[in-house]
């Protein structure tokens, strides 16, 4: 991202009753768009207003969503580690384990499907998946609806949101109301792209050459203002791949062991990596590309690097550097 | 589940339709729909069907179904000129069913049968989709978010993918005995491609005077027919992992070709 513009963060426009030309003091944005990103796409039926980002925020941090009243979706999405989660795989009720690492939750506002195989294409469908898998919430929509339905404030906060009661599609749209507020945008890697040369240092800035020139190759995939392609690619990083991956949803035998390419921002927070958690730091991440694929149908683009250990380390400092401090300890993002 | 036909089900309930947009077949001089019902009826080979019994297939393999679901869509009559046309299906007191979905469950006596509003008649067959349309009223019904939708489309349904968004068209699940190991078995057959239309092309007549149901037999040991050699693999005991992929893989793709072309389905006379 070659983005220079000045300001440091554009106002999305979301104004609660601001008739143009009105006068008075302007009412605060209700969500901060980072200068170089694109417009949030939102739909028609699911506009913020801060009920509805209140009333998502509270879902996302309530125990109540699981059947046992153990776990709710901060559970395994901790914003000290990005929106992702420390463990290989999460802990649902009862300490079951999930099969596939919780990814980021940084930027799903621009997402174009959703999960490790792109099986779903909106994050209000994506916000059923956790609730009602029995490896995560393993709860029913009717027994999260009544629950809500009896608590003493839910009700009313609900109907101050969407001026209805808890219902499952009120409860998948104030969670992706909420979700879709979590935007990273302001890491250093962005504020050097704004013109603060200052912010990377000479190693990062190394990095950051080489994350973008053919050798190390990683803009191939990791490109735009999110550092993704939105795209699925077998990193041929494991001998096999025993999670069919995105041939789940393709029944495509050529897609097995290919996974979406995820964001970039706060990699450096969000350990363990792939798919499966099964890498442990970003290091060997990075030499395992250096080698190449290891597996049959890796992606083309996966071949030896010859990365020099001072050019891994180099890449390693700018992975650092997208890390977005301001985004991490943002209380709006907090219980 | 119940075989015979309780006699609740035969009743024929007048409603005030002629003009819902009900079609009218040709010759026909009544002036008022009716609510006629279609009832599905499972065998095996002949037998009653019952969940958690033992049953054996054409290949001689033992199985037990433990869940059978699945559902029923944009229902067609075709009339004594070849003409088919659209049914508005209804629940037993006619209220139309959202988006012409209905869920058969065999754990379910009342699911076996669903409410035709049609007129009476001459009738030459009839055509129904198994699956939720790909394409409806609201052009992406099979993709839609479930958590807007009431039963049998709703989240709470069983027959959500969840990871994947879409809708289970046809589950059954259960156990095989191969070599006197039980296996489980788990098909949830899904997606657009796997959408089946079905047409049984069997006369029948519907009289306000004499009612009678229309009744599809469904013969489960035909699912798990080989369409290519009635001998060969694959059958519930060769079923392996790999077959099971995504929404179906190869076996449930024999099985999707069984519903459509063999005699899965048949309208009793």
């Known amino acids: ?335 | 589940m119940r075989l015979a036909l309780p006699a609740l089900l035969l009743l024929l309930l007048l409603v005030g339709c002629g003009t819902d947009g009900t079609p009218q077949p040709p010759g026909s001089s009544d002036t008022a729909a009716i609510l006629v019902p279609l009832r599905f009826n499972p065998v095996v080979n002949g037998a009653p069907f019952h969940l958690d019994s033992l049953y054996t297939t054409t290949h001689g393999v033992p199985f037990r179904v433990s869940k059978l679901c699945w559902y029923l869509s944009r229902v067609e009559l075709v009339d004594s000129t070849g003409t088919a046309a659209p049914v508005t299906l209804c629940d037993s007191a006619g209220h139309a069913l959202p988006f012409g979905v209905h869920m058969v469950r065999a754990d379910s006596a009342h699911s076996m049968a669903v409410y035709m509003r049609i007129y009476p008649g001459s009738y030459r067959g009839i055509n129904f989709g198994i699956g939720v349309p790909g394409t409806t009223v609201s052009d992406t019904l099979n993709h839609s978010n479930a958590s807007i939708h009431p039963y049998p489309l709703n989240v709470d349904a069983d027959m959500y993918w969840g990871w994947k968004a879409g809708y289970v068209f046809f589950k059954i699940e259960g156990t095989s005995t191969v070599n006197d190991t039980a296996l489980t078995f788990f098909y949830h057959i899904g997606d657009d491609a796997r959408y089946v239309v079905r047409s049984l092309q069997t006369p029948f007549t519907v009289q306000r005077s004499a009612p009678r149901s229309v009744e599809v037999r469904m013969n489960l040991a035909q699912l798990f027919v080989s369409p290519t050699d009635n001998t060969a693999s694959p059958n519930l005991g060769s079923a392996s992992s790999s077959e099971r992929l995504g929404m179906g893989g190869p076996l449930a793709d024999n099985m999707t070709r069984n519903m459509r072309f063999n005699d899965v389905f048949s309208l009793v006379p």
């Not at chain 1, 999260?144 to 009661?165: H, I, K, N, S």
């Not at chain 1, 999110?226 to 991956?245: E, K, Q």
């Not at chain 1, 897609?255 to 730091?281: C, E, Q, S, W």
């Open chain 1, 1 to 335: 991202m070659r983005a220079s513009l000045l300001s440091l963060l554009l106002l999305l426009p979301l104004l609660n009753g601001c008739g143009a030309g009105e006068s008075g003091p302007q009412p605060e944005p209700l969500i901060l768009i980072p200068a170089g990103f694109p417009a949030m796409p939102t739909p028609a039926s699911n506009q913020f207003t801060p009920e509805r980002i209140a009333l998502g925020k509270r879902l996302f941090y309530d125990t109540q969503l699981s059947r046992t009243r153990e776990v709710s979706c901060g559970s395994c999405h901790l914003a000290d580690r990005g929106f992702a989660d420390p463990q290989q795989t999460s802990a649902g009720v009862e300490g079951r384990r999930g099969e596939r690492n919780a990814p980021t939750l940084a930027n799903l506002a621009w997402n174009t499907s959703f999960f490790w195989d792109g099986g779903v294409p909106t994050l209000e469908q994506q916000a059923i998946v956790p609730i009602i898998n029995p490896l995560e919430m393993d709860m029913t929509m009717t027994e999260l609806v009544a629950r809500l339905q009896t608590d003493p404030t839910y009700p009313e906060q609900f109907r101050a949101a969407y001026g209805d009661a808890p219902n499952p599609d009120l409860v998948t749209r104030a969670l992706a109301a909420f979700v879709r507020t979590l935007v990273s945008g302001n890491s250093r890697y962005d504020r050097f792209n704004r013109g603060d040369r200052s912010a990377l240092t000479p190693q990062e800035q190394k990095g950051m050459e080489m994350f973008f020139n053919e050798k190390a190759d990683c803009f191939h995939c990791h490109v735009g203002f999110n550092l993704t392609n939105n795209g699925f690619a077998n990193n041929g990083i494991f001998p096999t791949y025993p999670d069919s991956g995105r041939a789940r949803v393709t029944e495509n035998p050529r897609d097995r062991g290919r996974f979406k390419v995820p964001t970039l921002r706060n990699v450096a927070l969000t350990a363990p990596y792939m798919h499966n958690g099964g890498i442990a730091t970003l290091e060997e991440v990075v030499e395992r590309y250096n080698r190449g694929g290891v597996h049959p149908s890796a992606d083309a683009q996966i071949h030896p690097l010859n990365l020099t250990a001072e050019e891994i380390a180099a890449i390693v400092a700018f992975l650092g550097a997208l890390t977005d401090e301001e985004f991490i300890h943002n209380p709006a993002h907090r219980p």
